[in-house]
């Protein structure tokens, strides 16, 4: 699985900036820089983390740039080998030669997430922790953020690892007796046994449970502005974003594709989806319009269905809603609630976009809403990841194999087996037990240079 090749990406984004970093990784790293590098010291004779001013030089000896060199010695570095760190000034054609340069020099360019790669395979980090880096890279909130820092600092990890070791314990109990079968000795009994294995689903439960909200940490949440022309669905959206992003007027029908903002809300990401007013019409552009409101529908988690002080919430609203998709989160919203109106519609929240009220309300909602509101405690072990969730899930179902065998006094052989399958499922989280199909689908998803 491991090669001993060195490679090379930019670490830095693609583009112009006040400096760029070109990251190297692999045995060969000082030896390919120094035939580039010229300075006061060798690279290869450099003590780890220190930095050495000098100049690159290309194949025909003509200056690149002069340069800042970072060197880690293994196993002192990201990946836990020989690498270099080198500060260029921030242009991409600068980047660009060096990095031609060093791949004359046996160095090839590096895969998405191989730098990541390496560390795991060297044992920096496990592989929840791996997958946090790139969460942590991606992340655009605090909760997000925060979410993804406690994946890296191996909370879920030790959560895990200390499951598996109860799993692996609970089964050599069961291999010893097998083992003894002759002599019919019995080194647990069953309740015992019975006892341990529950616990132990019900730490994977309480795992599970966290995915609804873990999911939302890493995701965030998709909402959909949904309800009758003209009650101000695009005005609530420009008052919630502080632009003007969609265009507002006082003709029905006025919004026709979807527009979609983002806005973080305590720390969580929503993204904002403003749809077609939903309406019976004889206009073709409108009904394609109405017609992508539904698919909005159909993809969000939570629906604010908005109607004001004329309309009310039409019923037939709330039907379709809920006939496309039943788990729903609905949020009924009236608004224009300066205007006077002899109608009293029933909702969840009053607003009136025009001049501000309410608003808070709606966000104290969507936040409620959507669990954010439950006390993050950034030493909770919080599963923000499907592949995670699903092997916990695996996990769960042997476990409950499990139970029934004993129940049904099946031989221990079967019960040992679903036991170890456990085990082995949470091993995946961190990595114990993988393919190639897994780190490969992991790391494809990094970005060149991570
Ligand atoms: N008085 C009052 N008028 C409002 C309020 N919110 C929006 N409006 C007005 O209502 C009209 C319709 O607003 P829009 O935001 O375009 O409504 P919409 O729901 O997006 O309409 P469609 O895109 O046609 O479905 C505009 O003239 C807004 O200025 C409010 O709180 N009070
Ligand atoms: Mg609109």
Same mark, same amino acid.
């Given at each position: 699985m491991f090669t001993d090749d060195t490679i090379v990406a930019l670490a830095t984004p693609n583009g112009s900036g006040a400096i760029s970093v070109i990251r190297m990784s692999g045995s060969n790293s000082f030896s390919a820089i120094d035939k580039i590098f010229v300075g006061k010291k060798r690279i290869s004779e450099a003590n780890t983390h220190t930095i050495h001013y000098g100049k690159i030089l290309d194949g025909e000896k003509n200056l690149i740039d002069d340069v800042l060199v970072s060197v880690f010695r293994c196993p002192n570095s990201y990946t836990g080998e020989d690498s270099v760190e080198i500060s260029t000034h921030g242009n991409p054609l600068i980047s660009k030669k060096i990095i031609e340069a060093l791949t004359d020099l046996n160095v090839r360019l590096a895969e998405p997430g191989e730098f990541t790669k390496r560390a795991f395979l060297n044992n920096k980090l496990d592989l929840s922790q791996a997958e946090a880096v790139a969460d942590i890279i991606s992340a655009r909130t605090d909760v997000s953020l925060k979410g993804a820092r406690n994946q890296l600092d191996g909370i879920l990890s030790t959560k895990v690892r200390e499951l598996r070791d109860m799993l692996i314990n609970a089964s050599s109990f069961v291999e010893l007796e097998l083992d003894f079968a002759e002599e019919n &000795?019995?080194?647990?009994n069953q309740d015992q046994l019975l006892k341990k294995i529950e616990i132990i689903i019900f730490e994977i439960n309480t795992l599970l449970t966290t995915f609804s909200f873990g999911k939302i940490i890493k995701d965030g949440i998709n909402v959909a502005l949904v309800g =009758? =022309?003209? &009650?101000g669905k695009s005005s609530l959206l420009n008052y919630i974003v502080k632009e003007s992003r969609a265009i507002v007027s006082d003709i029905p029908g006025t919004t026709r594709d979807v527009i979609r903002e983002e806005v973080s809300i305590n720390g969580i990401l929503f993204r904002l989806h403003d749809t077609a007013g939903i309406r019976l019409s004889k206009d073709e552009l409108e009904n394609i319009g109405i017609r992508r409101s539904q698919q909005t529908v159909i993809d969000a988690d939570v629906v604010i269905l908005i109607g004001d002080v004329f309309t009310g919430i039409p019923l037939e609203l709330v039907e379709k809603i809920n006939g496309l998709n039943a788990n729903k989160k609905i949020i009924r919203v009236i608004n224009k609630i300066d205007l006077e109106s002899n109608l009293k519609p029933v909702a969840d929240i009053y607003i009136s976009v025009l001049n501000g009220v309410g608003i808070n309300l709606l966000f104290n909602k969507l936040v409620q809403i959507s669990n954010g509101s439950n006390v993050y405690s950034e030493k909770s072990a919080v599963v923000t990841s499907l592949r995670h969730f699903d092997c916990l899930k695996n996990a769960k179902e042997s476990l409950l194999n499990g139970i029934l065998s004993i129940k049904n006094k099946i031989s221990g052989e079967f019960i040992a087996v679903d036991l170890r399958n456990a085990a082995n499922s949470l091993s995946e989280i961190i990595g114990e037990v993988t393919s190639d199909d897994i780190l490969n689908n992991i790391f494809m998803k990094f970005c060149i240079g991570k």
């Open positions: &000795v019995e080194f647990i =009758p =022309p003209n &009650v």
